[in-house]
């Protein structure tokens, strides 16, 4: 096996609510870069570790982890609509080596996903389909969340099973990194607003609009005193980039669930699909990490970051 990682924030504001152009451009820069270097290693497969955003998972029953034999994408925002090239086989096995690792995954044979699965595989690949993928989504937006150990276990199991392949493969983390855009939270919602979270799928594209349009708005004013959103942080950010800098990754079996909510906010969790990514590389020995990209981007609601990463 020869193993690549690439680590990418995602963010649906991308082309809704952009940034000053230089910014834009650097950040196009930065992607099309990486995309030339995922066509150059040419993957034979990507496992990609990505959140949902209540569109493919959902409060009557929700899972920490998750593994899928197919997906398709729900195409929210920008996002392409349609399947995912997902292997099915290799996802099955990979199911029955996780849980013969004592780590406990769901399964879906049918699962949607969204921006924060998409985005990624799309800047890095240019389409849902041009390799063959396993998506595995780590609950990281719908509290209460599995501890960062069990997260950084997943990702050492993957990668052992990674290991076994003869084959070229691409991990990607998809998500945070500090951030907050208005999800709501079942705690003390209201009854509509519950009653989405327990089994919101397949909205009218009037309510899918609405969403959309609630997020562009509080892009609009994030980082300011009109927001009510926890800011970005980038002094957490770039402690956490040392730290997968460092390989030192036992380091987030320390990290506190409702510190790193109020310190950087609550979507900043999404990085446990860094975490689990990390963690499948570092299964194959040492490895030598770089940081490609990082600014905190208010309009786009994200600590903005992009890593790459091989073993060494
Ligand atoms: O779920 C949504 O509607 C919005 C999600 C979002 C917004 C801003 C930055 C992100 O990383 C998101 O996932
Ligand atoms: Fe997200």
């Known amino acids: 096996m020869t193993i690549k990682l690439k680590c990418l924030s995602h963010t649906p504001l991308r082309g809704l609510n952009d940034p000053g152009a230089e910014v834009v451009s650097e950040v196009d820069a ?3 870069s990486a995309r030339a270097e995922v066509e150059t290693f040419d993957p034979e497969l990507i496992v990609i570790f990505a959140p949902d955003h209540y ?9 920490p982890f998750v593994i899928a034999t197919a997906a398709e994408s729900v195409g929210d925002y920008m996002t392409q609509l349609g399947a995912l090239s997902v292997d099915q086989k290799l996802a099955q096995e990979l199911a029955r080596f996780i849980l013969d690792h004592d780590v406990d ?35 990281s937006v719908a509290p209460p969340f599995a501890p960062y150990r069990r997260v950084r276990r997943l990702g050492e199991v993957v990668g052992r099973f990674l290991a076994t392949l003869d084959k070229r493969v691409l991990v990607v983390g998809t998500g945070g990194l500090s951030h907050e855009p208005p999800v709501p939270l079942l705690d003390g919602a209201p009854e509509a607003i519950s009653e989405f979270l327990i089994c919101g799928r ?3 594209p009037e309510a899918r609009a609405a969403r959309q349009a609630r997020t562009i ?5 994030y980082g300011t005193e009109l927001s009510t959103q926890t800011p970005l942080n980038a002094e957490w950010d770039q402690a956490f980039i040392d730290l997968l800098l460092s390989g030192r ?13 109020k310190a950087a906010g609550r979507s900043t969790h999404e990085v446990r699909t860094w975490v689990a990514a990390f963690a499948a590389l570092a299964a194959a020995g040492r490895y030598s990490a770089r940081s490609d990209y990082y600014r905190p981007i208010n309009e786009w609601i994200a600590g903005y970051g992009v890593m790459s990463a091989e073993p060494c």
């Open 30 to 32: 930065v992607i099309a």
């Open 55 to 63: 569109n493919g998972l959902f409060y009557d029953l929700m899972p």
């Open 105 to 139: 995954i769901a399964l879906s044979h049918r699962l949607q996903v969204d921006h924060g699965c998409t985005q990624t595989l799309e800047e890095l690949t240019g389409s849902l389909t041009r390799y063959p993928v396993i998506p595995i989504i780590i609950n």
């Open 202 to 204: 397949n909205p009218t």
């Open 217 to 221: 708005a509080a892009g609009k004013i």
């Open 249 to 261: 990754l036992d380091a987030v079996d320390d990290f506190r669930i409702e510190d790193i909510s």
